[in-house]
């Protein structure tokens, strides 16, 4: 979210700072391109969530020991 903030303020600067009219357009990729943050993957994970497809198989060995223990 962070991300898209700083560009929507860049585009409102931008169109500000120019006399001609400058669009801008934000494009969202597709959900296997986009970033994925380790807070929300261990947020998914302790929800009891499967991550299996976000991480390699010994990262969620470790979040499954983690998970299941309550830590």
Request: glycine residues 0%; positive net charge.
């Given at each position: 979210m962070s991300d898209f903030e700083y560009e929507?303020?860049?585009a409102a600067m931008n169109r500000r700072l120019t006399r001609e009219k400058i669009e801008t357009l934000?494009?969202?990729p597709a959900e296997q391109y986009a970033f994925v943050s380790s807070s929300m993957i261990k947020e998914?994970?302790?929800l009891g969530g499967d991550v299996a497809e976000f991480v390699p198989s010994p990262v969620l060995k470790r979040l499954l020991e983690l998970y299941r223990r309550g830590e």
């Open positions: 929507f303020q860049l934000f494009l969202t998914v994970a302790r």
